[in-house]
C-alpha cells in the first residue's frame, strides 16, 4: 500500500503536472477571474520551472559532493543501487541514464578499492512482472568477467527502503564486515544514506551521476525556457520529497 500511495504523491507533486492543470483550468473555465489567476500562475510556473540556472542551483545545492577517497583506502562491498536499467520485456533490458551507478560499482572493485560488489535492484514497476534489474546485472557482470565469489545479488527491492531492508540482510549472512561504500545518484545519496544508517548499515556515501555544474551568475542563455529543465526538477523534487517523508516517518515510529 505504501509503495502504490508513494507512486501517487509522486505524480501529484511534479511541477509539470501543477502547470498542466493550471492551463487546462484556464482553457476551460468560465469563470473569468479564476481564467486570469490561473494562467498568470502557469505561466511564472512554467517561467520558473523552466528556468536552468535555478535548476541547477538547486540541485547543486541538493546532491552530495563528490568522494574523494585515500590512496589506500579499501572496503569489503560497494553496494550499488538500481534504477540504472530500463526494461525491454520480462526477460530483458537496457542501461539507461543512471549507468554511471554501475559504471563506478564495477571500477571500485577493479582498481582494489572493494573486494565485493553487491547490485540491490529488482522491479520498481507497479505490476512486477518476472524481470529483475538484480538478476539482469549478474549476466552483464558475469560477461565483464567478474566471479561468482565478488558478486552479491539482491534482486527484490521496489525502491530505496526495501534496498536497504534486503541488502543488509544479505550483506550480514555473506559475513562481509563494514563499513561499505554506497553507489548510488547524487541527488539520491542524500536520501539513501538516511535510509541505510536507520537500517543499520554503516555505510560511506560514494556518489556518481551528477546532474549539477557549478554554479555562477546566470548567463543570457540560462535565462531562454528550457524544457528539459522540467525533468531536472522532477528528479531532485522527487528525492527531496522522499527524503522528507522517511525523515518524518521514521521519527514518528
Known amino acids: 500500500m505504501y509503495f502504490l500511495l508513494s507512486k501517487i504523491l509522486l505524480f ?8 498542466i492543470v493550471l492551463l487546462v483550468i484556464a482553457i476551460f473555465t468560465k469563470r473569468q477571474k479564476l481564467r486570469k489567476w490561473a494562467t498568470i500562475a502557469g505561466i511564472v510556473l512554467l517561467a520558473i520551472f523552466s528556468n536552468t540556472w535555478l535548476c541547477n542551483w538547486f540541485a547543486h545545492a541538493w546532491e552530495w559532493p563528490a568522494t574523494n577517497l585515500p590512496e589506500n ?15 525491454i520485456n520480462d526477460k530483458d533490458g537496457r542501461f539507461n541514464h543512471s549507468s554511471d551507478r554501475f559504471i563506478e560499482g564495477i571500477r571500485l572493485v577493479s582498481t582494489g578499492k572493494a573486494s565485493h560488489i553487491l547490485i540491490s535492484g529488482g522491479n520498481g514497476n507497479i505490476n512486477p512482472d518476472q524481470f529483475s534489474e538484480g538478476e539482469w546485472t549478474r549476466k552483464q557482470l558475469k560477461q565483464l568477467h567478474f566471479g561468482d565469489s565478488t558478486i552479491l545479488i539482491e534482486g527484490k527491492s521496489r525502491n530505496t527502503l526495501e ?13 562481509l564486515k563494514p563499513p561499505y561504500l554506497l553507489v548510488t545518484s547524487a541527488y ?3 536520501r539513501a544514506m538516511h535510509i541505510f544508517k536507520n537500517a543499520g548499515v554503516n555505510v560511506v556515501a560514494y556518489p556518481c551521476d551528477f546532474i549539477s555544474g557549478d554554479v555562477g551568475w546566470p548567463r543570457l542563455a540560462d535565462l531562454i525556457p528550457n524544457f528539459e529543465a522540467l525533468t531536472w526538477w522532477n528528479t531532485t523534487i522527487k528525492e527531496v520529497w522522499g527524503y522528507g517523508v522517511n525523515y518524518f516517518m521514521k521519527t514518528n515510529d
Open 12 to 19: 501529484l507533486i511534479f511541477p509539470i503536472n501543477w502547470i
Open 73 to 87: 583506502a579499501h572496503y569489503s562491498c560497494a553496494i550499488v543501487l538500481g534504477g540504472f536499467v530500463s526494461q
Open 163 to 175: 534496498n536497504a531492508k534486503y541488502s543488509a540482510a544479505l550483506l550480514k549472512k555473506s559475513g
Open 188 to 190: 539520491h545519496m542524500r
